[in-house]
């Protein structure tokens, strides 16, 4: 009888060497490596309508604001990944170019793919972050954002958004209405979110 053969596991310092030589992005989650797909124009309208409302809210002070190419680093949890968009606050990751283990906030745009994915287990590690004060969770098809705060307790606080209202991103003194993420998605095949 053939048994399978063992899985090797890289370390994070392998997992690193060999990601920057590969033209795939992958994401690491204790050990194993997963390939990271491409996404379709909605969840990349959002993505880069909430960089672009963070980056101009941001600029001239200490926070950065990160999308797609950046890696977060969840240290308690060995792993990374790579969250549609990240904001960092603390000097200690102006030290790493490839990666970020500090992040006030995350933000995952949902497609069917990985919303469980992004939901649990990825939410999971994220919540060993002590500097994560907020888990943007963004419906790419229907606008539907839910925001999770941690509050001074340390408990994790669900926040819905639906259309029509003021999403709240309190960790960086932000409130901004939900259309306002999904100027230009496409949700009918006819009329965009924003234009009339």
């Known amino acids: 009888m053939n048994l399978p053969q063992p899985v090797e596991k890289f370390t994070p310092e392998a997992y690193l060497e060999w990601e920057m030589a590969n033209e795939i992005k992958h994401e690491y989650l204790d050990g194993e490596v997963f390939a990271m797909s491409g996404a379709k ?3 990349v309208t959002v993505s880069g309508n909430l960089f672009i409302l963070l980056r101009n809210h941001l ?7 990160y999308m797609v190419d950046m890696k977060a680093r969840v240290e308690a949890a060995n792993c990374f990944f790579y969250p549609d968009v990240l904001v960092t ?3 200690r990751d102006r030290a790493s170019d490839y990666y970020k283990s500090h992040p006030v906030f995350i933000a995952e745009v949902l497609s069917a793919s990985t919303a469980a994915f992004d939901r649990g287990r990825k939410f999971s590690a994220y919540r060993q972050l002590d500097s994560l004060r907020e888990y943007l969770l963004i419906d790419a098809d229907t606008p539907s954002v839910d925001c999770f705060r941690r509050d001074d307790s340390g408990h994790w606080v669900l926040y819905p958004y639906e259309a029509g209202s003021m999403v709240e991103l309190a960790s960086m003194g932000l409130s901004l209405p939900i259309e306002a993420l999904y100027e230009d998605v496409d949700f009918d095949g006819g009329n965009q979110a924003g234009t009339e």
């Open 59 to 65: 600029r001239g002070g200490p926070c950065r604001v």
């Open 89 to 91: 606050c603390d000097s």
């Open 41 to 43: 124009d909605s969840h």
